[in-house]
């Protein structure tokens, strides 16, 4: 089994095999693993739309620079 490393913290997470569930030495959170992939990808997703709304609005500008009459 790979070591896994808490979403919120970074410490090193205990497997817990009686409940199926990790356990964070740093924070105390306790998951299983398809809850850290979920907290692991909730983080991510914010950057993405971040990206996409910067992207758009480089792209509006840019149209912007190269429609106006100078």
Same mark, same amino acid.
């Given at each position: 089994?790979?070591?896994?490393?808490?979403?919120?913290?970074?410490?090193?997470?205990?497997?817990? #095999?009686?409940?199926?569930?990790?356990?964070?030495?740093?924070?105390?959170?306790? #998951?299983?693993?398809?809850?850290?992939?979920?907290?692991?990808?909730? #983080?991510?997703?914010? *950057? *993405?739309?971040?990206?996409?709304? !910067?992207? !758009?609005?480089?792209?509006?500008? *840019?149209?912007?620079?190269?429609?106006?009459? !100078?």
């Amino acid at each position: 089994m790979s070591e896994q490393f808490c979403p919120e913290c970074g410490n090193k997470m205990i497997y817990e #095999a009686p409940v199926r569930r990790f356990v964070c030495r740093g924070c105390g959170l306790y #998951a299983t693993r398809d809850e850290i992939s979920d907290i692991r990808q909730k #983080a991510k997703t914010p *950057l *993405l739309d971040d990206e996409r709304k !910067k992207k !758009k609005e480089r792209g509006e500008y *840019l149209q912007w620079w190269l429609s106006s009459k !100078k």
